[in-house]
């Protein structure tokens, strides 16, 4: 079963920048997508960005559009979100996705995916 480890979560403040990282466990793990969620405290899991495995397609939740950026790294079967000009109201619980299942481009809702990472706090304060 591949496990999707997530890191660099922590506390930042207004307009500081973080890089979290998603590793799949296995090497020759091959999702047509991964993508990012999260979760604020006493909220839903709501859609953040994901990226098309195979032809690197973007998509962002508008809140997050211009701040964020997703990228991955093939060889690594890694994924990553670069976030940049940090809002107390992006504080919450990012969780990594990964879909093994084809959907037209169309990664933006919890169902689509198959497997999640435990986690990684994002706190930033004001």
């Known amino acids: 079963q591949v496990q999707l480890v997530e890191s660099g979560g922590g506390l930042v403040q207004t307009g500081d920048s973080l890089r979290l990282s998603c590793a799949a466990s296995?090497?020759?793990?091959?999702?047509?997508?991964m993508g990012w969620f999260r979760q604020a405290p006493g909220k839903e899991r709501d859609f953040v960005a994901t990226?098309?495995?195979?032809?690197?397609?973007?998509y962002y939740a508008d809140s997050v559009k211009g701040r964020f950026t997703i990228s991955r790294d093939n060889a690594e079967n890694t994924v990553y979100l670069q976030m940049n000009s940090l809002k107390p109201e992006d504080t919450a619980v990012y969780y990594c996705?990964?879909?093994?299942?084809?959907?037209?481009?169309?990664?933006?809702?919890?169902?689509?995916?198959?497997?999640w990472g435990q986690g990684t706090q994002v706190t930033v304060s004001s």
């Open positions: 990226i098309i495995w195979t032809i690197r397609n973007t």
């Open positions: 996705a990964a879909s093994t299942r084809p959907y037209y481009n169309d990664y933006t809702t919890q169902s689509k995916y198959n497997y």
């Open positions: 296995e090497r020759t793990f091959s999702p047509f997508a």
